[in-house]
C-alpha cells in the first residue's frame, strides 16, 4: 500500500473502528474469551515519536490467557509485537508513568503534541505510549536483559514526564501516578519468521484448532485491508 504513509489520523481510526467491530470479537471468542467481558478502544497510541490509531484492550485475564490473546491479535494483524501489562501488578518490574488530561481534552493532536515535548525534554520518552480515556501512560519496557529500551532508569524516567507535565499548555495534565507494572512485549519478527513461528509457538502450533479459527479470521481480516486500501486508495502507486 504505496500511499498508506499518507493517510490522515482520522482515516486510520475509521478503518481501526471497523477492525474491532468485525474482527476483534471473533479473535477474542476463539480463545473461549466472552468479547463481553473485555472492553476494546480504538485510541490514540505512539511509536518512536508517532501518533497513529491504536487497539487498546482491557479486561480481568490472567497471564496464560493474555499473552494467548495478544498473540493471536499479532498473529491475525501481522503486527512485529503486541504488549502486555498489568499496571496493579507491584511485583513487576517496569516503571511505569500515567499523564492524566483534563476530561476530554486528550486527543491524538494532544497526545502527540506531549509525545513530542517529552522527548524534547528528555530523549528516551519518545519510545511509546497508550492512551485509556484521558489518560496517557508511558511504561519504561525493559530487554531481556532487564535494560530499559529508552536508556533511562525509572528515576529519570519518571522526572522528565513531571517536567514536561509541568510546563505543557492548553490543555494542562498532571502526573497522577506512577510505580511498577508488568508489561512484556508479545512478538514475532516477520522478516525472520515469515509464517509466524514465534506467534504459532504461543498458540498450539501450526494445525491447532486455535490457529485453524485464527486463519479463518485473517482471510477475512486481509480482505478488510484490501477494501479499505482501494476506497481510500492507499494501494495506489502514483
Given at each position: 500500500m504505496p500511499q498508506l504513509?499518507?493517510?490522515?489520523?482520522?482515516?486510520r481510526a475509521a478503518f481501526s473502528v471497523d477492525v474491532l467491530r468485525e474482527i476483534v470479537p471473533r479473535i477474542v471468542a476463539a480463545n473461549g474469551i466472552d468479547p463481553a467481558t473485555l472492553e476494546t478502544e480504538v485510541t490514540p497510541g505512539g511509536y518512536l515519536l508517532k501518533t497513529n490509531a491504536s487497539l487498546q484492550t482491557e479486561g480481568d485475564l490472567d497471564d496464560v490467557a493474555a499473552d494467548r490473546l495478544a498473540g493471536s491479535l499479532g498473529y491475525v494483524f501481522r503486527q512485529y509485537s503486541v504488549l502486555a501489562s498489568r499496571l496493579d501488578d507491584t511485583t513487576g518490574r517496569t516503571g511505569?508513568?500515567?499523564?492524566?488530561?483534563?476530561?476530554?481534552?486528550?486527543?491524538?493532536?494532544?497526545?502527540?503534541?506531549?509525545f513530542e515535548a517529552a522527548d524534547a525534554t528528555r530523549k528516551g520518552l519518545g519510545g511509546g505510549y497508550t492512551v485509556f480515556?484521558?489518560?496517557?501512560?508511558?511504561?519504561n519496557v525493559t530487554n531481556s536483559e532487564g535494560k530499559p529500551y529508552s536508556g533511562l532508569d525509572d528515576t529519570a524516567f519518571l522526572e522528565g514526564l513531571k517536567q514536561t507535565a509541568a510546563s505543557f499548555r492548553d490543555p494542562e495534565p498532571e502526573v497522577s501516578a506512577s510505580g511498577r507494572a508488568a508489561a512484556r512485549f508479545i512478538g514475532n519478527d516477520w522478516d525472520?519468521?515469515?509464517?509466524?513461528?514465534d506467534y504459532l509457538s504461543l498458540?498450539?502450533?501450526s494445525g491447532s484448532e486455535l490457529v485453524n479459527k485464527l486463519d479463518e479470521i485473517g482471510k477475512d481480516y486481509a480482505s478488510l485491508v484490501e477494501k479499505t486500501s482501494e476506497i481510500k486508495g492507499w494501494s495506489r502507486d502514483e
Open positions: 504513509a499518507k493517510a490522515s489520523y482520522d482515516d511505569f508513568v500515567v499523564v492524566r488530561f483534563p476530561k476530554d481534552s486528550l486527543n491524538a493532536a494532544v497526545a502527540q503534541r506531549f480515556g484521558d489518560e496517557q501512560i508511558f511504561l525472520k519468521s515469515q509464517r509466524g513461528e498458540l498450539g502450533g
